[in-house]
């Protein structure tokens, strides 16, 4: 069973940055692809980005293409998402999730969910 716990959200201006980390305990981190996903109020929960399970391998949705990067630190037990160029659009929670398996841009497909972290961007 692997808990994740997301930090580094919070309030910032358009145009600010903020780095979100996703801490993972109780399991053999690098055996997981992980993914970060975000859901704004009323709306589906979206793909971010994702990381294979060694780093060598990333993949970043459109709307964050440019101006977000997904990294890992295996050494650490920690997946990041650094957030530049933060627009008001980016405002949601933001989700890190583990998959047991290949990367994936699925939800469906994690095994494993953090609480989440609000980011919240202003104009």
């Known amino acids: 069973q692997v808990q994740l716990m997301e930090s580094g959200g919070g309030l910032v201006q358009a145009g600010g940055s903020l780095r979100l980390s996703c801490a993972a305990s109780?399991?053999?981190?690098?055996?997981?692809?992980m993914g970060w996903f975000r859901q704004a109020p009323g709306k589906e929960r979206e793909f971010v980005a994702r990381?294979?399970?060694?780093?060598?391998?990333?993949y970043h949705a459109d709307s964050v293409k440019g101006r977000f990067t997904v990294s890992r630190d295996n050494a650490k037990n920690t997946v990041y998402l650094q957030m530049n160029s933060l627009k008001p659009e980016d405002t949601a929670v933001y989700y890190c999730?583990?998959?047991?398996?290949?990367?994936?841009?699925?939800?469906?497909?994690?095994?494993?969910w953090g609480q989440g972290a609000q980011v919240t961007v202003s104009s």
């Open positions: 990381i294979s399970w060694s780093g060598g391998s990333t």
């Open positions: 109780g399991g053999t981190f690098s055996n997981y692809a």
């Open positions: 999730a583990a998959r047991a398996g290949g990367w994936s841009t699925q939800s469906k497909d994690y095994d494993y």
